[in-house]
């Protein structure tokens, strides 16, 4: 039990991505940017190696029967023991693992999962389920306090394959350990596709995405996983709990709806059957600016009660284009675009640019596409810069640790009548934040991720010096009072604590104060039924009935 079970390239436990990646010429000049205009010193902390970080002693004794598939090898503890966020990585880089999982499970079927479950059930041992390992919420982390005799992180990734399709229903059977592209690749042959690309799409999996609620593709109508789900096989520590496929149902509370964004808390889903898409074939883009966010907005909206139901339709403050050098780099800029696979979707980008065009926004003439099927329009221009910033940006984002900068995101969701007011109050409130943390305004943008006819998902960048000196508990600090206060505003002015990042450890105060007390209690009750020790990762979302884990992790570390 001390070899790498781990399989596949090697994974950076202090970042993103592959060891072997490597930021391009022209990435490494927007990274040097960045910081000089943060203000950060020539010098940092370099990098961590494995051999800095010390690891305490792993805890507990397996039983034989469960040798074969738990590691308690270094490298597959550290990159178990924290997910992908700001404080997660910034501890990594401080060389600090003050909870490591003592051991890492790679079970090679659904048998195994249970024969961990009944172990863990058996010895006090919290299981916290690992996906992709890239929660931005503190979702992965083994904080789960001292009344535990030991961590298990659980990983599917042989979980990995696609079962069964059925192409009269356009659905697919699909192991919850499948990763985005191995996913994608199986069912291409197919002519069908899930589409559904959240910014972690090559390093997360499919059981992570239903278990976090995650957002994908399309802005519009099939927003988050929950609308492609069908059915769920989830393993728990009482047995089983397999729900029926059906394309709709009015049967009584739904038993899916239990498991999706249940971060882990109630079981480990191990696959699912999830309704699939016809790759498209007619795709027609555009990007729009605007000479005021105000006349941005209501144009989204007016897109969005439209019945158009645009596949992009994603906003740019003007913050947002100037930090991350958009298009003009000072207008804010509306991605717009429509697909389908069935039929010709110029005439929805002509209506929809006609929306625009009363709302003042200024496009290109020949925007709208020829509905050939290419993905030009939405790789070019404004739009192409915009979706190559969107997938490298975690990679940017770590050389800039070490030296001290903070650059991070949270994101919610609001209703039209109250987001004037909720977009200024956030803006001003970070920014109030960032000033009393490190003594210096920094820099808050915003973009739409997802619209509603009722509401947008505003999804807010920050960035700041924590520490001048490239002190990483100074930055660390920081972060912390501005991750507290971003908390505190989007509850206070009317949104969510996540639109799709989920709840985990980091935003669990948040998840209490939008939660009815009477709901939270219900919840903790069904656990209980599911999970009758409470080990299934303990302190996210709620506490087991009868243990107090509480919130636990970073922020009130």
């Not at 059906?246 to 038993?255: D, N, V, Y």
Request: overall charge neutral; proline content about 5%.
């Amino acid at each position: 039990m001390t070899d790498t079970l781990s399989s596949g390239p090697r994974r950076r436990f202090w970042g993103w991505g592959h060891a072997a990646d490597e930021l391009s010429v022209s990435e490494q000049q927007s990274v040097k940017a960045t910081l000089a205009g943060l203000g950060a010193s020539a010098a940092g902390v370099s990098a961590p190696q494995e051999a800095d970080v010390s690891l305490r002693p792993s805890r507990g004794a397996p039983p034989a029967t469960l040798q074969a598939i738990l590691s308690g090898s270094h490298y597959d503890r550290l990159t178990h023991s924290y997910g992908k966020s700001f404080a997660d990585l910034l501890r990594m880089w401080q060389r600090k693992v003050p909870n490591p999982p003592d051991w890492v499970a790679f079970p090679k079927d659904e048998q195994g999962v249970v024969d961990v479950l009944d172990w863990a059930s058996r010895a006090n041992i919290a299981v916290i389920p690992f996906g992709g390992g890239t929660s931005v919420c503190g979702g992965v982390e083994p904080a789960v306090g001292e009344s535990y005799a030991a961590t298990v992180s659980l990983d599917l990734q042989h979980l990995n394959r696609v079962l069964e399709i059925d192409p009269i229903s356009r659905a697919a059977r699909i192991q919850a350990g499948a990763f985005g592209p191995d996913l994608e690749a199986q069912l291409k042959p197919h002519g069908l596709t899930m589409r559904h690309y959240p910014q972690s799409f090559q390093f997360s999996t499919l059981g992570g995405w239903i278990a976090t609620r995650a957002g994908g593709h399309y802005a519009t109508l099939a927003t988050h996983i929950d609308d492609m789900v069908q059915s769920t096989r989830t393993v728990t520590p009482a047995g089983i709990l397999q729900t029926r496929r059906l394309p709709a149902s009015g049967a009584g509370p739904a038993p899916d709806r239990l498991i999706i964004g249940s971060e882990g808390t109630c079981g480990v889903i191990t696959e699912a059957w999830m309704r699939l898409q016809t790759r498209p074939r007619f795709r027609a883009a555009a990007s729009i600016t605007f000479s005021s966010m105000v006349k941005a907005v209501a144009c989204v909206r007016a897109l969005a009660q439209s019945g158009l139901h645009p596949t992009n339709c994603r906003l740019l403050d003007a913050d947002e284009v100037a930090n991350f050098r958009i298009g003009d780099c000072r207008s804010p800029t509306l991605m717009l675009g429509f697909e389908s696979a069935d039929h010709v979707v110029r005439h929805s980008m002509l209506r929809a640019l006609e929306i625009v065009a009363e709302h003042g926004g200024v496009y290109d003439e020949t925007a709208g596409g020829g509905d050939d099927g290419s993905a030009t329009g939405a790789r070019s221009g404004a739009a192409g810069e915009w979706r190559d910033t969107f997938i490298r940006m975690p990679y940017l984002r770590d050389p800039m640790l070490g030296r001290g900068a903070i650059l991070d995101t949270f994101e919610t969701a609001v209703t039209w009548d109250k987001f004037d007011a909720f977009y200024a109050g956030v803006k001003d409130g970070i920014h109030s934040a960032i000033r009393r943390a490190t003594g210096s305004p920094g820099m808050v943008s915003c973009r739409f991720t997802h619209v509603y006819a009722d509401g947008a998902a505003p999804y807010f960048t920050f960035a700041a010096l924590g520490s001048a000196k490239a002190d990483l508990d100074q930055s660390l600090h920081a972060w912390c009072e501005i991750k507290r206060a971003a908390n505190e505003l989007v509850i206070s002015l009317g949104g969510t604590s996540t639109h799709h990042h989920a709840v985990g450890r980091d935003h669990r105060s948040g998840y209490e104060r939008e939660s009815a007390p009477l709901f939270l209690s219900a919840l903790a009750a069904s656990k209980s039924v599911l999970d009758p020790q409470g080990v299934m990762n303990p302190g996210v979302l709620i506490d087991p009935i009868g243990r107090k884990v509480g919130l636990s992790g970073v922020l009130v570390s």
